[in-house]
């Protein structure tokens, strides 16, 4: 069954720092999302990506972040500079319209120390 | 944006157990997912049910969206079905809103 992917699984990364994130959405699919999660809490809503631009974005997602679909297949989510509150499990997504049921990968968890 | 609401926040079962998991939704939705989060922290979607009723071995979901409400029913609960159970819902554009879950533990 084809499934969403997601590397690294855990990411530990200093404050400051730049991280990549990186997804294998399903291959059909047109929509592409970023959600996270901070530990104890509800899933919250990032950013969503189609025909190669970002259709709607969150209030989080501010001048840190940014999202690319490098190539055929990959998607990635970029935070610049790391800030200790960024610490969250960050779950990528895909659907193959908007609208329609999204898959999620496995997630990475990322630590900022 | 829409408001999500899960009840309960909490419930624990004895294995073998039914339950009912209830999420009220502040606006109509086009779409409606239910996940478990399992305790390594993946999401396993459920039910894509934005409307009528469906089935899965001992999962059910309704989903009356006149009402805004949606049901997940687990019958004969199983240790493993612990875990946190989420509710999420679209309404136009293309993000899900999620609740706050409901925290599931079934004792053998």
């Known amino acids: 069954e084809p499934e969403v992917t997601q590397t690294p699984s855990h990411q530990v990364t200093q404050m400051g720092q730049e991280v990549i994130l990186r997804c294998v959405p399903i291959s059909n699919h047109l929509y592409f999302y970023w959600y996270r999660q901070i530990l104890g809490q509800k899933v919250e809503f990032l950013v969503s990506?189609?025909?190669?631009?970002?259709?709607?974005k969150s209030e989080i997602f501010d001048d840190q972040f940014s999202v690319e679909r490098p190539d055929g297949s990959n998607f990635t989510l970029k935070i610049r500079s790391t800030k200790l509150e960024d610490s969250a499990m960050y779950f990528c997504a895909s659907g193959v319209y908007g609208n329609t049921e999204a898959f999620f990968g496995q997630g990475t968890r990322l630590t900022v120390v | 944006g829409i408001q999500v609401e899960q009840s309960p926040p909490d419930l624990i079962l004895q294995e073998g157990a039914n339950s009912t998991l209830r999420c009220n939704f502040s606006?109509?939705?086009?779409?409606l997912q239910w996940f478990h989060q399992n305790p390594w922290g993946q999401l396993i979607n459920l039910f894509y049910i934005p409307s009528g009723t469906k089935q899965n071995g001992r999962l059910s979901a309704t989903t009356v969206a006149t009402e805004r409400y949606s049901l997940l029913y687990i019958s004969s609960s199983q240790t493993t079905d612990s875990g946190v159970y989420f509710c999420?819902?679209?309404?136009?554009?293309?993000?899900?809103?999620f609740g706050e879950g409901t925290q599931l533990t079934v004792n053998p």
């Open positions: 990506f189609y025909n190669n631009e970002i259709s709607e």
């Open positions: 606006d109509s939705v086009n779409n």
């Open positions: 999420a819902g679209e309404t136009s554009g293309s993000r899900l809103t």
